[in-house]
C-alpha cells in the first residue's frame, strides 16, 4: 500500500509541474490545464481515500478511442 501511495503522490507532483509549466506559456492552453486539473484532483481524492480508508481495489476505466464514422457497404 505504501508504494501505491507513493506512486499517486508522485503523479501528483508530476500534474502539478506540468500545470506549472503550462501556465507558463505565451498562450496556455485552458482546457489543457482543466484538463489536468480534472486529473490532479482525481489523484487528490484517491490518496485521500486511502489515507482514511485504507486500501481497498479500484476499478480502472478504460476510454474507447473514437475510430470514426463506420462505413457501411452498399448493398
Request: net charge positive; hydrophobic share 40%.
Amino acid at each position: 500500500m505504501d508504494q501505491i501511495l507513493k506512486s499517486l503522490t508522485s503523479r501528483h507532483a508530476l500534474l502539478e509541474a506540468e500545470i506549472a509549466s503550462e501556465r507558463k506559456r505565451p498562450q496556455p492552453d485552458g482546457l489543457r490545464v482543466l484538463g489536468l486539473k480534472k486529473m490532479k484532483l482525481q489523484l487528490r481524492d484517491q490518496i485521500d481515500y486511502i489515507r482514511r480508508e485504507g486500501f481497498a481495489p479500484v476499478m480502472v476505466v478504460r476510454r474507447r478511442r473514437f475510430a470514426g464514422p463506420v462505413l457501411k457497404p452498399a448493398l
